[in-house]
């Protein structure tokens, strides 16, 4: 079984800024989002302003292939003031 287990060599590192901080350098920078998150009962929840499921499937099928390569943004990479 464990041969089934694919191990991923990269590891997120969590940004130290509050959601609402997230939420509102999102905002001021991009123009469509796709937001994936856990509410307070644990339940997966997926907000979008795409209205084509495509569109939101497109995108994190790009974001699953960034992790397996191993594009993720470092602590500290974020630039708040762009």
Known sequence: M???IVK???????TQMPI???C???KTRL???VIM???KQGQVQLISTFQDPAEVLWYL???KMGLMQGMVLE???IDEEE
């Open 2 to 4: 464990s041969d089934n």
């Open 24 to 26: 509102d350098l999102a």
């Open 31 to 33: 123009e469509n989002v």
């Open 61 to 63: 099928e790009s974001a």
């Open 37 to 39: 998150g856990v509410t």
């Open 75 to 77: 602590e500290g990479e």
């Open 20 to 22: 609402e901080r997230v």
């Open 8 to 14: 991923f060599p990269y590891k997120l590192k969590k």
